[in-house]
C-alpha cells in the first residue's frame, strides 16, 4: 500500500513538476507574445508614418504636374491663338459681330469656330483652308428623323461663313461663286442672291450640275494652257495681280448619286482645281481621296476638321442675313460701278527724272489686267503714235497719264514738248503758268490752246519742229551720226532732247483744201519719215473718223505711226479686224505698237490723270526740280489778244507792226517802210476798232525804229473820230486832222512833195482813218454799199472836194522821200477808187492787211490768180508785204490801247 502510496506521492510530485514546467513555458510565451505584439505595433506605425508621407508625396507632385500642365496649356493656346489670329487677319478671323469686309486681306485660312481645350485655357480659333490651299469636303452625323433638317442647317451655316469671308477678304470681282442647290433651289445662300445680278454668283439647279463641272474642267484646262503655261505650278505662284478670279463652286448634295461623267469630271477637278484657284465646297457630296481636300465632320454644333485634328471645333453661328445680304449689296453695286480707275502715281518712278532718252523714250500709260504698268516706246520703232476715240472717251486724259509718266522719267533735257489742241478748251493750259498756279511743267516748250481756227499755228508749229529737224540733221551729218542716240554719243555736251509733239484733233490741219493744209502736209511727211532717226516724235490724237481717213489717203505718212492707241469705240485707229476697241470698258485702251494687228494688243486701264489734284500735286513737285534759268512754255491762246508789246529800237529799216504773228515764238508781225516807191500799207475791211489798234502798234513800232520821225493822223470822217482814241495813246506829239482838216493836211504835204523843198531829215507817217471818205479824184465820191460793206458817210460833212489828187499824189510820190501813207480804207473798192477808178493800179501799196474784206476782193492786190484763200475772221486779219512775202500771213491784231475819247480836232475844219 505504501508503494502505492509512495507512487501516488511520486506521481504528484511530477504532476506538479509537470504543472511548474507548464506554467513556465506559458509565462514564456506569454512574454514572447508580447514581445511579438509590441514589435507589431512598432512596425506598424512605422508602416503608417511611412503612407502618410507617401500619400502626401503624392499629392504635391500631382498638383505640381497638374499646374505644370495648366500652366503650358494656357501658353500654348496662347501663342496657338495668337498665330491663328495672324493666319486668318481681318474679314478671315472677325467675329461676326466685328466683322467688316477689307479686300487687301489673304486668301488661305479662313475661320469657322473656335477650339476650346479646357475651361479655364483661352479659345484658339478654327482655321480651315480654302483659297488656293484646299476643297472642302463637310459630313455630318448620319440621319436620325428630326436632327438631320437642323444638321444640315449648320452646314449651311458654315459654308455661308466660308463664302462671306472669302468673299470679303478678296478685291471685288476676284471671286466667282456657283452654287448646285437641287434640294433647295439656291435658298440656302439667298443672302448671298444681291451678287447673281453682278456675275458673281451662279446658282445651278438640277439639270445644270453637269454643265457646271465641264465649264470648271475647262476653265482649269484654259489657264493651265494659258496663264500658267507651263511656267507657274499655281495660279498662287504668278507674281504681280491675279490675273483671274478665283471659282468657288458650292455642291450641296440631296443624296442622289453622281453620274459616272459627273464623278469623272468632279475627281478631276478634286485632282487640278486647287492650282488653278477652282476650289469645291462639297455638303453630302463625297470627294476622292486626295491630299487637296480637306474634311469637316458635323456632329451637331461641333466639329472636327482635318486641321485641328482631334481636337473639338466649336463652329460659329452662321452670319446675320442682313449683314450677308448688306456685304453682297455692297460688292454688287462696286462691280456694276465698274473696276476703279488706276491712279496717276501707279504710272510714276521711284525716283524722277532717273532716265536717259538716248535709244527711246519709254513710259507706262495704264495699268494692265494683271496690275503691271502698260509701257509704251517712242523711238526709233515705233517712232510715232496715233490715238483715237470718239469725244468723250478719254483722248485727253490719256495724253495727260501718258505725258506725267514721261516728264517724271525723263528730266527736260531729254525730253521737250509741243502740245497743240484743235479744239475748243484749255487742255494744255495747265502745263502753263496761271494766275491761280504759278507752277509749270518744265518740259513743255509750247503749249497751244483754244486754237480752234487758227490751222496757221499748227503750220508754224511744224515748220518750228521742220527747222529742228533739219538743224539736227545737219549736226548728224557733222560727226556722220545715222541716229539720236550716236549724235548724243558724238555730241554729249550738246542740247539734243528728244521731242514729242502732240498735236490734238490734228485732222483740223489736214482739213482745208488750201495752202495751209498743203504744206501741213507735207511737212507732217517729213517729220514723219525723218523724225524717227533725228528724235522728233508726232503723237496725233483725233476723236473724228474722217481725219483718220484723211491720213489713210497718205499711205506714206500713216504706214509711220505704228503705235496705235484705241480708246473705247474707236473706229479705224486699229487694223480692219481687230474689235478690241469695240468691247473693252470705259477708261481702258488697247495699246498696240505694231499698226494695230490683233495680236499686239495690250489692253491698259487709264488713270485719272485729268484730276486736278493728282496733276498739280506731279507738276509741283517737276516744277520744283526745274533747272534753274529755266523759262516757262509759250502759251499760244488763240482765245485771247495779245497785248501791244514795248517795240525795241532797231537799226535797219523803220518797221511797222501789225499785231503778233502767229507763230511759235510770240513775236509782231512787221512790214518795213524803207525809202522805197510804194512803201505804203493799206488797212481794209470795215472793222474800225481793229484798223486803229493796227494803225497804232504801226505807230508805236515806227516811232521807236524812226527816231525823229513825224507822225500826222488824218480822219477824214468826224463821225468816226472816236476811232483815234489809241493813236493818240500811241502817239502823244502827233498832230491829228479830223474831218474836214484832213484834205488840208494831205493838200499841204502833197504841194510839199511835189514843190522842190529839200529832202527831210526824218521819214514823215501819215496815219488814216478813213481815208475812203475824202471825195476821190476823178469820181463822184464813193456811193452805197458794196458786198456788205458798211457805207461810209457819202461825203464828210464840210469836207471840200479840192486837192482830189493830193492823197494819190503823196501815195505815189511820198514813200521815196520819206513820206508813207498807212492808211484804212473801208473796202478795196475805195481804195481803188482812191487810186484812180476801175482801171487804176496798186504799185502804191506795198503792205495791206485785210480784217474783213474777202479773199477774192483781195485779188488785185494778191500775187495769188483769183486772191488768197481768205475768210474773214474776228481777231485775226491777214496781211502781206508785196516787198517779202510770197504768200499772205495771218496776224492777232493787239489790243487796242487807249481809251475811246471825246472826237477833238487838232487841225482846221
Ligand atoms: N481713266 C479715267 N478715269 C476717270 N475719269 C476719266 C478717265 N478718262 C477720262 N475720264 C473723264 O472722262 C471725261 C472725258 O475725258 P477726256 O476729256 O479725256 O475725253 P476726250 O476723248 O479727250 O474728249 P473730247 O474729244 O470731247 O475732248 C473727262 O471728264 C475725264 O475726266
Redesign the pocket.
Known sequence: MSSRVSMLGAARQDVAAARGLARAAQAGAEEARAETRRRYEVIRGAHDTCLAALTEARETAREEIFDRFHGEAVARAGVLGRLAAACAPGPAGAPWPAWRPAAGGRAGLLRIGTIAVDEDVPTVLALIPLLDRAHLEITREPDDGDGRHHRASTADGLIAGLLLRALGGTPAGDLRIWAYDPDRLGGSLAGFAPLAAAGVLTSVGPGGLTTMLDELVEHVRRINETVLAGRYRTLADRPGRRPEPWRVAVLLGDGAELTAPQRAQLDRLVRTGVAAGVHLIARDVPLAEHPDVERVHLTGRAAHCDTAGVLPVRLDPPPPAEQTSAVCRELAEALSAGPP??LLADLLPARLWQESAAAALTAPVGVGPDGEPIEVTLGDDPPHALIG??????????IYAWLGALAARYSPAELALYLLDF?E?V?FARFAPSPRDPSWLPHVRLAGVNVNDDREFGLALLRHLSAELQSRARAAKRVEAGKLAELRAEDPDGAWPRIVAVI??FQVLLGGRDAVTAEAATLLEDLARRGRSQGIHLVLAS?DVSGIEALWGRPGLVAQFTLRIA?PKARRILAETNLAADVIPR?HAVVNADSGAPSANRIAR??????RRAWRSLQERLWRLRPPGATPPRLFDGDAVPSCPDFPASDGAPRAALGEAIDVEARPAYVTMPRAPGRNLAILGTRGEDAAAILASAARSLAASAPGARFSVACPDPALASLIAPLRAALPTATFHLGSAAPDLFAAVAADLLGTAPDRPAPHYLLGLALDASPAPGSAGPTGARRGVIPPPAHAPGVPARTPDALRTILEQGPERQVHVLGWWRSVARLRDGLGGIAARFDAIGAWVALDAHGADLAPLSPAPGGPAWFPRPGRALCFDRSTDHSPRVIIPYAPSGSAEPAAETGGG
Open positions: 480707275p488706276a476715240g470718239p469725244s468723250g472717251s478719254g483722248k485727253t486724259n490719256l479744239k478748251g487742255s490734238d484733233e476723236q480708246l477708261h487709264l488713270p485719272d490723270a485729268g484730276d
